[in-house]
């Protein structure tokens, strides 16, 4: 009996082994993707950004970076945007978002997919037809920043209204009616359980929405008039228009990096436990 039991538990070990290595052999295509997709370009980039045209070791392109007046003004004017976007997409989508959530007419998350169709539209069509709108409308024109901050609304706007709208749609309800029960009004019960709860869903929007604005220069050009230059545009126009792919990779590496801040300051926000708070 007992060596029939050992013999059980060898077959068992075995068989998770081999689970265990089939598992392996299925994540080798993700490896080879990521591999060749984002290993080997980011690799490039780092290796452009710190050599010269002649191939030696240099950092002369950040320093060109740093000392330019023009690049300096063009980083401090994405962030500005891509911050103004943020905020206003933040202050729209979260009642949308709640309402969405709460509504008991949103069955099946019908009225969450009017909000998120126009996402399934090419993004250059839907500015284009945005532009149209502002122009029949006579706001068109007033002053091209602002115009820039709608049209990056306009298209951003549904990525975070989804994060949010997942978030509160999975709140336990009984956290908002505890705080209820101990004298909380709407306000304490916003402030002090519904809000904090949502965190982890700002958190996620404020990533899908301030990095992407921070580079999408064909919002900016369509609505600006081409006369706002963002990061993004001096990028590309390194690549495409001066053929200077170690000062674009250079810059491409400083945005990463000024991302990667944002993705760690806004991280802390998703470790929070989402189950529940301090009333």
Partial sequence: ??????????????????????????????????????????LLIVFYSFTDKDGGISINNFVRFFSSGTTVTTVIISVLLALATTVICILLAYPVAYILARSN??????????????????????????????????????????????????????????????????????????????????????????????MPGIASGVTMVFMPTMTCYVISDTFGNGLITIIGKLIDEQFTTYQNWNLGSAMALVLLVIMLVSMWVTGGFKSEDTRGTNL
Wanted: overall charge positive.
């Fill in 105 to 198: 007419l949103n069955k099946g998350g019908t009225l969450l997919m009017l909000f998120i169709m126009p996402m399934w539209i090419n993004f250059v069509l839907r500015a284009m037809a945005m532009k149209d709108l502002l122009t029949l409308s006579g706001i068109f024109g007033l002053n091209n920043y602002v115009n820039v901050i709608i049209g990056m609304v306009y298209d951003y706007l549904p990525f975070m209204i989804l994060p949010l709208y997942t978030v509160l749609s999975k709140m336990d309800k009984s956290y908002i009616e505890a705080s209820h029960d101990l004298g909380g009004n709407w306000f304490t019960t916003f402030t002090k359980v519904t809000l904090p709860l949502s």
């Fill in 1 to 42: 009996m007992t060596q029939k039991k050992f013999v059980e538990g060898v077959e068992v070990e075995k068989n998770k082994f081999r689970l265990a290595f089939s598992r392996k052999q299925l994540c080798i295509p993700y490896g080879l993707f990521l591999a060749l997709f984002v290993v080997l370009p980011l």
